[in-house]
Nanobody, 125 residues
């Protein structure tokens, strides 16, 4: 089992940027595909981006493509989400997740076995 801890959330004005981090421990991080999801109040959990084990492949939701960038550093057991040009509708709790199928780029949260506790992002108008 892997433990995931997100950080980097906070309050930012529209048009601003944040970088989220997700640190992993307890299992070989490099065996996992890693993704970011978010969940706003009253809404379902939404896929944002995924990166395969080797970082050879990434996939983005259309709502964030061109604004958000996922990356990973396997030496530091960390995955990142750089978020630029933030909008009020990006306000949500952001979660990282790990998939034990390392080449898969799934958008389905049910296919991710490991989850962090989430970090809050608030974007003010």
């Amino acid at each position: 089992q892997v433990q995931l801890v997100e950080s980097g959330g906070g309050l930012v004005q529209a048009g601003g940027s944040l970088r989220l981090s997700c640190a992993a421990s307890g299992r070989t991080f490099g065996t996992l595909a890693m993704a970011w999801f978010r969940q706003a109040p009253g809404k379902e959990r939404e896929f944002l981006a995924v990166i395969t084990r080797s970082a050879a492949t990434t996939r983005y939701a259309s709502s964030v493509k061109g604004r958000f960038t996922i990356s990973r550093d396997n030496a530091k057991n960390t995955v990142y989400l750089q978020m630029n040009n933030l909008k009020p509708e990006d306000t949500a709790v952001y979660y990282c997740a790990g998939d034990t199928t390392p080449w898969r780029t799934s958008t389905n949260p049910d296919e991710y076995e490991n989850w962090g506790q989430g970090t809050q992002v608030i974007v003010s108008a």
